[in-house]
């Protein structure tokens, strides 16, 4: 009686196929469309996934994810603030900005029904006739005047800012904190404004979070031991330009910086072992110190 010949091993994914190869970690066939290469020999695809999540993942020296490295976070702040000025030259639809002596949609700083609408603004009549303001419970204006610009001119040089200061920052951070820093950065740059300038003077623009990222650049890149001495030209010619130049909120830039440098020193030097946890209750209590600043000045301008 003769014996059956042996048969060959079949892939453990795919049956029919028959292979000589076996995974080197799990000992199992696999065939040529199974096989993932490895440091030594081939593995399969169930072993690799089980390897990908033992590995933990890359994070920056503060804590943040290493995909902060592609910019996804600055390229798509730029992309939100084109887009809204595209939407503030479409409202002006009755050319009032063009009729101004501003340039169409308010090329060289005019304000638009969006702006109107957006901006920082303590309390005034508003062109329509009603009362408006951060007063008046219009709070969401500390957070869109970030996202508003008077004029393509005004936009062109904060979003070239921002993709020099915000690529930098974002690749260090990771895209998680540099969202915080440039938001609570604003916001607080927006809550100076509100508080220092005129009831009726409206401001918008990125560049209360711009500031703010000036300032963390200058921490972070010095905490990395890296050389900081061709930012602070930078910085210092940007506050000489707000100092000079009329029109330009003061208060809003120099808030900005302050809020963002605090911001930063709580990333920065967050203690290793609490790192997360630190940064998180940092950052909320600096919320919660805006917050108060915004409630003090509604009471001063409702008194």
């Known amino acids: 009686m003769s014996e059956s010949p042996p048969t060959a091993p079949v892939c453990y994914r795919h049956p029919g196929r028959e292979t000589y190869v076996r995974c080197t970690r799990c000992n199992r066939p696999i065939c040529p469309d199974c096989m993932r290469e490895a440091s030594v020999g081939h593995q399969c695809p169930e072993c690799v996934n089980e390897g990908r999540r033992s590995v933990r993942p890359a994070r920056t020296a503060f804590g943040g994810g290493a995909a902060g490295r592609h910019g996804y976070v600055t390229k798509a702040l730029i992309a939100l603030n084109v887009l809204l000025m595209l939407l503030s030259i479409a409202s002006d639809r009755g050319g009032d900005a063009a009729a101004g002596g501003s340039g169409f949609g308010g090329l060289m700083g005019g304000d638009t029904p969006l702006t109107n609408w957006g901006s920082v603004l303590g309390r005034a009549f508003l062109p329509d006739g009603t009362l408006g303001g951060i007063a008046e419970g219009q709070w969401y204006r500390l957070v869109t005047a970030m996202f508003l610009h008077y004029g393509v001119v005004h936009l062109l040089l904060n979003m070239w800012a921002l993709w020099v200061l915000g690529r930098s920052l974002e690749a260090s951070l990771g895209r998680l904190r540099f969202a915080a820093l440039y938001l609570i950065a604003g916001l607080g740059g927006n809550v100076a404004a509100y508080l220092f300038s005129s009831q009726n003077s409206a401001t918008a623009g990125a560049s209360t979070a711009i500031f703010g990222l000036f ?8 905490k ?22 009329p029109g330009i909120s003061i208060p809003g830039h120099l808030g900005g910086l302050l809020v963002g440098g605090a911001v930063a020193l709580v990333f920065a030097y967050a203690p290793r072992g609490r790192r997360t946890l630190v940064q998180v209750v940092g950052g909320a209590i600096i919320l919660l110190v805006l917050l108060a600043l915004v409630l003090f000045r509604t009471a001063q301008l409702l008194g």
């Open 215 to 222: 300032a963390a650049l200058l921490i972070i890149e010095r």
């Open 224 to 245: 990395l031991g890296r050389d900081i001495s061709q930012i602070i030209p930078v910085l210092v010619i940007n506050l000489v330009f707000t100092l000079a130049v």
